[in-house]
C-alpha cells in the first residue's frame, strides 16, 4: 500500500481494540503482538518516512543537534554516513513514537488499560555515527542494548531497573506475569524473573 506501514498497522489495532465489528470477546483475555519495520535502513529517502514528520521535525534540523553523542567522532567514513541517515532514521523513530501512542490511547479508551500487559522492546540499536561507526553488527552500547518497558497498571508502578533481561527469557517471564507460571513447561530455557518485577525482590 502506498502509505507510511506503521500508520496502517497502528489502524488494525486501533480497530481491534474498539471492537466495533466484534472481533474479539469482550471481557476475555487477548494477546497481541506488533513487530514494527521501522526505524530500519537504508535511511536514504523520505519515501521511506512518514513525510509529514519529517517535514515537520527534521528536514531542517541542524545535523549536530542529532549527531549529539560526545563519541560521535573519527573515522569520517561513518560520521559522513550518520549526517546522510540522521534525518531519516529520527524521523521515523518520531512516527513509531506517534503510532504506539495512538494504540495506548486506543487501549485506554477501552477500559482494558489497566489490567493490560504492554511490553516496548528492541531486537537492536544503530551506532549512527558513535564510535564512528553506523549499523548494529558491532558490541557496543548504541548497537547492543535494547529497551525493555512494560506498562501493567494494575500491579507495576513506574521505576527503573537493572535487571539483565534476555530474549529467552521474555516468554517465561510475561507467562509469570498473566499468572501462568506453573504452566510454563521444563524445556524453557530462559528464567521467569515475573516475581522479582512484581515485588522488587529478586532470589
Not at 86 to 97: E, M, N, R
Not at 123 to 150: A, C, W
Request: glycine residues 6%.
Amino acid at each position: 500500500p502506498e502509505n507510511f506501514t506503521p500508520i496502517l498497522e497502528a489502524d488494525a489495532i486501533v480497530d481491534y481494540l474498539e471492537n466495533k465489528k466484534g472481533q474479539r470477546t469482550q471481557g476475555q483475555p487477548f494477546s497481541l503482538i506488533w513487530s514494527l519495520n521501522p526505524p530500519h535502513s537504508p535511511y536514504m529517502s523520505v519515501k521511506d518516512c512518514d513525510a509529514d514528520v519529517y517535514e515537520a521535525h527534521y528536514k531542517d534540523t541542524p545535523i549536530d543537534t542529532l549527531l549529539n553523542r560526545p563519541n560521535v567522532k573519527a573515522p569520517e567514513e561513518g560520521k559522513d554516513k550518520a549526517r546522510t541517515a540522521a534525518p531519516f532514521y529520527f524521523s521515523l523513530v518520531t512516527s513509531v513514537d506517534q503510532q504506539v501512542g495512538r494504540v495506548l490511547e486506543a487501549l485506554e479508551a477501552s477500559g482494558e488499560a489497566d489490567n493490560t500487559i504492554v511490553v516496548f522492546t528492541s531486537d537492536h540499536g544503530d551506532m549512527m555515527g558513535s564510535q564512528g561507526l553506523t549499523g548494529k553488527n558491532v558490541i557496543y552500547d548504541e548497537s547492543f542494548r535494547v529497551p525493555f518497558m512494560i506498562r501493567y497498571p494494575k500491579a507495576l508502578k513506574h521505576r527503573l531497573e537493572d535487571l539483565m533481561i534476555s530474549p529467552v527469557d521474555i516468554m517465561p517471564t510475561m507467562l509469570g506475569l498473566m499468572g501462568l507460571g506453573e504452566n510454563i513447561p521444563n524445556t524453557v530455557m530462559g528464567s521467569d524473573y515475573s516475581e522479582g518485577i512484581l515485588t522488587e525482590q529478586y532470589a
